[in-house]
């Protein structure tokens, strides 16, 4: 199997949400995560992943961070994010943002 190169996107994102959960049987890497404020005022944001295994267990790549009118926030360069399959990464905001997520995907074989 190959590795395939992916975008995840979420447009106008204020409560928890999905942007990337890792299909079944396959192993992703996040490789980049950029979060923009498209509201008119100062928001924040918080930025999770979710163990498939335990989906009690969350950890914060960012909580809270405050996000100013028109800014972006990187939340993953240059590290990497593993995501085994069916974890997830999530987002919340305060105020609606969009995300986009380049992940690789299916780095099993």
């Not at 192993?27 to 944001?45: C, G, Q, R």
């Not at 809270?64 to 009118?69: E, G, K, M, S």
């Amino acid at each position: 199997m190959a590795n395939d190169f992916k975008n995840a996107h979420k447009q106008n994102v204020t409560t928890i949400t999905d942007v990337y959960e890792a299909p079944a049987g396959k192993t992703s890497i996040v490789l980049e995560m950029d979060v923009a404020n498209t509201t008119n005022t100062l928001t924040t944001v918080s930025v999770q992943v979710t163990d498939a295994d335990n989906s009690d267990t969350q950890t914060y790549l960012v909580r809270n961070a405050p996000l100013p009118t028109g800014g972006t926030l990187q939340v993953v360069s240059g590290q990497k994010v593993i995501l085994e399959a069916g974890d997830k990464i999530q987002v919340t905001a305060a105020g609606a943002v969009d995300v986009v997520a380049a992940v690789l995907e299916d780095v099993n074989t």
